[in-house]
C-alpha cells in the first residue's frame, strides 16, 4: 500500500508559478512511476506528466509541455510538479498517482495508488 499526500495548491494570477508536492510513504519509492493528473470542473480527469522511478525519465502532455517539470527526490519519498507561465486553463485539481513497474503510464487505470488532490486556480 502507498499513501500519496499533495500539497502546495493556491490561488495565481496568470503568468504566475506554483510548485506542487506529493509526499508518499508505505513501500519503497523508487520502485513507482508516478503521475500527475488533472480535473476540472466539469471536465475529465486529464494526464498531465509522468516520472520514472529513477527521475531519469519523464513524459508531458503537450498542453503542459515546456511549461510544467516533474522531478523527484526519492530519498525523501516526494515528487514536485513545478508550473510555470501558468494559464487560467490549468485551473483544476490536481492529483499525484503511483503505478509499480518501469513504464510510465498516461492514463488513469494504469495507476494503483491516488493522492485526495490539491486545488490550483490561475485568476486572468
Known amino acids: 500500500q502507498v499513501q500519496l499526500v499533495e500539497s502546495g495548491g493556491g490561488l495565481v494570477q496568470a503568468g504566475g508559478s506554483l510548485r506542487l508536492s506529493c509526499a508518499a510513504s508505505g513501500r519503497t519509492f523508487s520502485n513507482y512511476a508516478m503521475g500527475w493528473f488533472r480535473q476540472a470542473p466539469g471536465k475529465e480527469r486529464e494526464f498531465v506528466g509522468a516520472i520514472s522511478g529513477s527521475g531519469g525519465r519523464t513524459y508531458y502532455a503537450d498542453s503542459v509541455k515546456g511549461r510544467f517539470t516533474i522531478s523527484r527526490d526519492n530519498a525523501k519519498n516526494t515528487v514536485y510538479l513545478q508550473m510555470n507561465s501558468l494559464e487560467p486553463e490549468d485551473t483544476a485539481v490536481y492529483y499525484c498517482?503511483?503505478?509499480?513497474?518501469?513504464?510510465?503510464?498516461?492514463?488513469?487505470?494504469?495507476?494503483?495508488?491516488w493522492g485526495q488532490g490539491t486545488q490550483v486556480t490561475v485568476s486572468s
Open positions: 498517482a503511483a503505478r509499480g513497474g518501469y513504464a510510465l503510464g498516461y492514463r488513469g487505470y494504469e495507476y494503483n495508488y
